[in-house]
């Protein structure tokens, strides 16, 4: 085989590698490395990127159809790239896709809101969370002095919640915060599995009723130690998701990550409902990546979920409805 042969069959193959890598990494067992974990969870950018290397390889398909007089073989490479980038966005597309209404009544509403560092402010949260009807709300990167002064505006209000709240660190970063509306009955703090950014569960003082979760992992920032506490997080978070449970926060995972294994007897609300991004609001849906989730053991059924955009955070909450069913 000359070796032109062997360059034009290699590239060929290592550009279909990467595309099928690209679209399940977990499949392949490389979703938790660096690269792939960061490329799936903003299927939008990777598409971007996937055009723009096709419009590379076009070009240099152009070049050598000049200097050599013939169609250049780089076109098939090209064609492949732009499929990839296609079922990218497709796969986003149809995860967005909102099925038919599940007849069943909403006996839960619950939503994670990572307020970025607070940046809610009082009067729209009041109007997001009556308008919305919640009466669990788990907030990432929301410190007690913040969560202490939404509590209050929801009393002025006329709406009374129990707050909980752990910090990790000396900035809002690591602060996360529960609300739980007192008409549920009376709860407690309690221990959840650690997490880098802190995570804080409640139960009923009584035994009756179920447990919350608020959660926030360290996102899967592209260095060792960052990757590794990502790792760890993922799974403490989910961990939470047992007996009969209700956890929701921002995991910086999506479903394609494999770090993002569901526990058995727990299923994510999205998963059956809709799975629109919820991060950045900066970009559109189809850019950004799903990585707040709202899960709850087999005792509740999901019946819906949205997103919304609630003040200057750079997350959207998402918000599920859940139907007792044990």
């Known amino acids: ?23 399940a990494p977990a499949v392949v067992g490389v979703s938790t490395l660096v690269g792939p974990a960061q490329l799936v969870a903003l299927r939008g950018v990777t598409a971007i990127g996937l055009l723009v290397g096709a419009g590379f390889v076009l070009l240099l398909a152009v070049v050598v159809r000049l200097f050599r007089g013939r169609i ?21 597309t149809v995860r967005s896709f909102t099925p038919g209404a599940v007849q069943a009544r909403s006996d839960l509403v619950v939503a994670g809101l990572n307020t970025e560092h607070g940046l809610v402010g009082d009067d729209e949260f009041v109007r997001f969370v009556r308008s919305e009807g ?64 802190g995570s804080v569960a409640a139960v009923p003082v009584d035994g009756d009723g179920p447990r919350f979760v608020a959660v926030h992992t360290n996102p ?6 960052d990757m590794r506490r990502w790792r760890h997080d993922v799974p403490a978070g989910l961990s939470g998701c047992h007996g009969d449970a209700v956890v929701a926060g921002d995991f910086n995972a999506t479903v394609d990550h494999a770090v993002f294994a569901v526990p058995d007897g ?11 991004a919820t991060w950045p609001t900066s970009a559109p849906t189809w850019m950004g990546g799903a990585i707040d989730h709202v899960l709850a053991t087999t005792q509740w059924r999901p019946v819906s979920t949205e997103v919304r955009v609630v003040g200057g955070s750079d997350h959207r909450a998402i918000i599920a409805h859940l139907h007792r069913v044990g």
């Open 1 to 23: 085989m000359r070796t032109g042969s062997v360059i034009r069959w290699t590239l060929s193959t290592v550009v279909i590698a990467v595309s099928l890598v690209l679209l």
């Open 72 to 92: 250049a073989w780089l076109v098939v490479p090209a064609l492949v790239l732009v499929l990839s980038a296609v079922a990218q966005v497709g796969v986003g």
């Open 134 to 197: 919640l009466q669990v709300v788990a907030m990432p990167e929301t410190d007690a002095t913040r969560a202490a002064a939404l509590q209050r505006a929801l009393a002025r209000a006329g709406l009374d919640f129990q707050r909980f709240g752990v910090q990790t660190g000396d900035t809002a970063s690591t602060a996360t915060s529960l609300l739980v509306d007192r008409r549920l009955g009376a709860y407690r703090q309690a221990r959840a599995a650690a997490t880098t950014l």
């Open 220 to 225: 899967p920032i592209p260095t060792s130690a």
């Open 266 to 276: 727990c299923r994510d609300a999205a998963a059956s409902t809709t799975s629109t």
